[in-house]
């Protein structure tokens, strides 16, 4: 049984959104109305103390993702309105709520850009001109949620279909469009998980040529604490096929396979595209911006591609194919880190 506090959460749509649409409504209003008072307030928390020296990029920040979440909420109801009215076809509905999922991720990434000043470097070019793939990034803030769409999917006019926590529902636009669009929303607290990863496979199955399937196999975003209690739990439980592996990464979390194992028995065409970046560990959270943790960053992301002819059939040797490719996330990670530290990095 779920735990009683997800109970809203997962089985009430629309009470979640009686809820979370108006409070998205009210939020945003609020902070627009009060612009006179924490524009200045924030700066001055700035100036005087280290920790609040983002404040005001962080609330201005906070401000145009509210924004963006209100405007897509009209959108959205707009184009349920005009595909009723007008009788389009479900594909053109969909896609119309497709660029209305880009043009969201890719607003959030140009605001963070230039408010906070990062830098993007992309490695691997190649590897994204392939095939629609399975895509498997390292997850370590809210900021590397977009990459999918922004340095891969969007530019080469491919479909994205996500495997994420049941928790992002919360989210309005996330719910509303993510509901519209094929995606999955896990419940990761079911004692039986096999709904669950059935789901995936089904959402794989579905996926045509020019859809883009996406997991993150931490589960979470790292940190230290985490990385520490899985490694701590993994001891416990005597379990040697992983933690070899997670003794000896500290900047990954080891991965949660069985969605990802799943996504491939969907789709066993699709090749795998991993993603490696550096550059996000200090903003885990909006909490953490307020500190600088996103000024002035060279966020350097990383690319590589294991074709499907090249992925085992049987299931322990694919196990091992995701480990030793999360190893190798591991070893990027690292590398990504070292480059941006050399003296002549941009």
């Known amino acids: 049984m779920a735990h009683p506090s997800m109970i809203w959460l997962t089985h009430n749509t629309l009470y979640r959104r009686l809820v979370s649409v108006p409070l998205i409504f009210l939020t945003t209003t ?3 109305c009060l612009a006179p008072l924490w524009i200045p307030l924030s700066w001055l928390a700035g100036r005087l103390f280290p920790k609040a020296r983002s404040a005001l990029r962080c609330l ?15 959108v959205s109801a707009l184009l349920w309105a005009a595909n009723v009215a007008t009788g389009r076809d479900r594909a ?29 470097v992309v490695d691997g070019e190649d590897a994204l001109q392939g095939p629609a793939a399975i895509v498997l990034p390292r997850h370590t803030s809210i900021g590397d949620t977009i990459f999918p769409v922004t340095f891969y999917a969007k530019p080469l006019g491919l479909g994205v279909r996500y495997v994420l926590k049941r928790e992002l529902l919360l989210d309005p636009c996330l719910d509303i469009v993510g509901n519209r669009l094929a995606n999955v929303f896990l419940n990761r607290t079911a004692d039986d998980m096999s709904s669950e990863l059935q789901a995936i496979r089904q959402l794989a199955a579905d996926a045509n040529d020019a859809e883009s399937l996406v997991i993150y196999m931490e ?30 990464w500290d900047n990954v979390l080891p991965p949660r396979m069985a969605g990802a194992m799943a996504l491939m028995d969907g789709a066993p065409k699709k090749d795998l595209l991993f993603c490696a970046h550096a550059g ?11 500190n600088g943790g996103w000024m002035d960053t060279e966020v350097r992301i990383r690319f590589w591609r294991v074709s499907a002819c090249d992925i085992p059939h049987d299931s322990e040797a694919r196990k091992a194919l995701l480990l030793s490719q999360w190893d190798r996330v591991h070893r990027e990670v690292a590398a990504l880190n070292r480059e941006s530290q050399a003296p002549n990095s941009a």
């Open 92 to 120: 053109s509905f969909l896609e119309n709520n497709r660029k209305l999922q880009f043009w969201w991720a890719e607003s959030l990434r140009k605001a963070a850009e230039k408010l906070f000043r990062l830098r993007f």
């Open 30 to 32: 609020l902070m627009l």
């Open 280 to 290: 996000f560990e200090g903003s885990a959270s909006f909490a953490m911006l307020f």
């Open 219 to 248: 589960g979470t975003r790292f940190s230290q604490s985490k990385r520490d209690r899985i490694v701590e739990g993994l001891r416990q439980r005597e379990d040697d096929s992983l933690l070899d592996y997670a003794e000896k």
């Open 60 to 74: 201005c920040f906070i401000t145009t993702y509210l924004l963006c979440e209100s405007v897509g909420i009209v």
